[in-house]
């Protein structure tokens, strides 16, 4: 883009082709009929709790076609509201409260779901917060199995840098309002029909035969079994940002920052994080302390939490200490990259963090609420004829 060419950078990354260049035209990556039958479903929560869901939709796919939905918001067992979690999803509290119980909504959700697949994206999260609301609602669970569609966009398009919900409905052109449970759930049909043709595959078995994916499985008697991980890994795509002579680098948005990277990352390791920001003159930093700016957020891996949390330990303590009033702005992987090639400042083009604080009072920002808000300089990408291949 001409605003990469104008801050002098040159970026050197590995198979980008897909991520930051071309983009999907799904009637094009058709390669075959879909039969699948699946449920898709989402929730939200009302707080870090696995047991505290306040919404639910399902989509009903059967031989390819979305043939039923649902969706209902829920009363949780457990009525605390976390302002970060409500600011996600903008579920207002009243609503929440005068909503069904669980029990009332259970039938609805079980005879759509028994005995079929049931697909989420992160799925180890959906059926987490199913499971535990239906305990502690004292319900029986029934018998099925699910699948992550996550797992499957890795397969379908491991080109990607990451295969967050919203970032892999940008790229497909997929219609998303992002922490809505219908439309989640919605975009989650779609992103699963949409892989299988791509794929070549008509079933779930035939999918498990032919690619290193497999489902979980929940049984009657609250007995669970998740996937197998798959073989499958997602590449990591290291890069090295390099700054020509003479360039102002006093005058880029990172620079004398700190900033704290925090779960896993699909476009690069940590390391070359870490080296990133040195280069543009910002202090990464090992933890949060009352001196941090920035907390960039990877994908959060649920097996390394502590019970019942649903975000890491840094996280949490980085939203305590804005909460108590420091400055600290949250971004994901993509919108990271994105300013690490930013224009600087003397091209009149303030940073994500900046138009932030001029749009939204930062006590309120959530961190999807910062990527949302990010989304006028995440689209313009990285500019094609600055990327370069490694020899």
């Given at each position: 883009?001409?605003?990469l060419?104008?801050?002098?950078?040159s970026?050197?990354?590995?198979?980008?082709k897909?991520?930051?260049?071309s983009a999907f035209?799904?009637?094009?990556?058709a390669?075959?009929d879909?039969?699948?039958d699946f449920?898709a479903?989402d929730?939200?929560?009302?707080?870090f709790?696995?047991?505290s869901?306040?919404?639910v939709?399902?989509?009903?796919?059967?031989?390819?076609?979305v043939?039923?939905?649902f969706?209902?918001?829920?009363?949780?067992?457990?009525?605390h509201?976390e302002?970060?979690?409500m600011s996600?999803?903008?579920?207002?509290?009243?609503?929440?409260?005068?909503?069904?119980?669980l029990?009332?909504?259970?039938?609805?959700?079980?005879?759509?779901?028994?005995?079929?697949?049931?697909?989420?994206?992160?799925?180890?999260?959906?059926?987490?917060?199913?499971?535990?609301?239906?305990?502690?609602a004292e319900?029986?669970?029934?018998?099925f199995d699910y699948?992550?569609?996550c797992?499957?966009?890795?397969v379908?398009?491991p080109e990607?840098p990451?295969?967050?919900?919203d970032?892999?409905?940008?790229q497909?052109?997929?219609?998303?309002?992002?922490?809505?449970?219908?439309s989640?759930?919605?975009a989650?049909?779609?992103?699963?029909l949409?892989?299988?043709?791509?794929?070549?595959?008509g079933?779930?078995?035939?999918?498990?035969?032919?690619?290193?994916?497999?489902r979980?499985?929940?049984?009657?008697?609250e007995?669970?079994?998740?996937?197998?991980?798959?073989?499958?890994?997602s590449?990591r795509?290291?890069?090295e940002?390099?700054?020509?002579?003479?360039f102002d680098?006093?005058?880029?948005?990172?620079?004398?920052?700190?900033v704290?990277?925090?779960?896993?990352?699909?476009f690069c390791s940590?390391?070359?994080?870490?080296?990133?920001?040195?280069?543009?003159?910002?202090t990464?930093?090992k933890?949060?302390?009352?001196k941090?700016d920035?907390?960039?957020i990877?994908?959060?891996?649920?097996?390394?939490l502590?019970?019942?949390a649903?975000?890491t330990h840094?996280?949490?303590k980085a939203?305590?200490?804005?909460?108590?009033g420091?400055?600290?702005d949250?971004?994901?992987e993509?919108?990271?990259?994105?300013?690490?090639?930013?224009?600087?400042?003397?091209?009149?083009?303030?940073?994500?963090?900046?138009?932030l604080?001029?749009?939204?009072?930062?006590?309120?920002?959530?961190?999807?609420a910062?990527?949302?808000q990010n989304?006028?300089?995440?689209?313009?990408?990285v500019d094609q004829?600055l990327l370069r291949?490694?020899?």
């Amino acid at each position: 883009m001409p605003g990469l060419r104008r801050a002098g950078y040159s970026v050197h990354i590995e198979r980008l082709k897909l991520c930051l260049g071309s983009a999907f035209v799904p009637g094009i990556v058709a390669k075959g009929d879909c039969m699948l039958d699946f449920v898709a479903i989402d929730f939200e929560t009302s707080n870090f709790k696995r047991h505290s869901a306040c919404s639910v939709a399902l989509v009903v796919v059967q031989d390819g076609l979305v043939v039923d939905r649902f969706s209902s918001l829920i009363q949780p067992t457990d009525l605390h509201f976390e302002p970060v979690c409500m600011s996600i999803h903008g579920i207002e509290e009243r609503a929440i409260r005068a909503a069904p119980q669980l029990c009332e909504v259970w039938p609805e959700l079980q005879r759509r779901i028994s005995g079929r697949t049931v697909v989420a994206h992160n799925a180890s999260f959906d059926i987490s917060v199913l499971r535990r609301s239906l305990q502690a609602a004292e319900i029986a669970t029934c018998q099925f199995d699910y699948f992550c569609s996550c797992k499957l966009a890795q397969v379908a398009w491991p080109e990607l840098p990451m295969h967050k919900l919203d970032y892999i409905c940008r790229q497909l052109e997929v219609e998303l309002d992002h922490h809505n449970a219908e439309s989640d759930a919605s975009a989650c049909a779609d992103i699963v029909l949409i892989a299988s043709r791509l794929l070549g595959v008509g079933g779930w078995d035939e999918l498990e035969s032919l690619h290193p994916l497999r489902r979980g499985y929940v049984l009657e008697n609250e007995v669970w079994e998740p996937p197998s991980s798959p073989a499958f890994r997602s590449r990591r795509l290291d890069f090295e940002i390099c700054v020509p002579d003479g360039f102002d680098i006093e005058n880029h948005h990172l620079f004398g920052k700190n900033v704290v990277l925090t779960g896993k990352f699909a476009f690069c390791s940590r390391e070359a994080g870490f080296k990133a920001l040195k280069v543009l003159g910002a202090t990464p930093q090992k933890g949060v302390t009352k001196k941090t700016d920035i907390v960039v957020i990877g994908e959060v891996d649920s097996s390394q939490l502590a019970a019942g949390a649903t975000i890491t330990h840094k996280h949490q303590k980085a939203l305590s200490y804005r909460n108590a009033g420091q400055q600290i702005d949250f971004l994901d992987e993509e919108s990271f990259l994105q300013l690490l090639t930013a224009p600087n400042g003397s091209d009149n083009a303030s940073s994500p963090a900046t138009r932030l604080d001029d749009r939204q009072d930062s006590s309120d920002l959530s961190l999807d609420a910062a990527v949302v808000q990010n989304q006028q300089t995440l689209e313009h990408g990285v500019d094609q004829n600055l990327l370069r291949m490694p020899r």
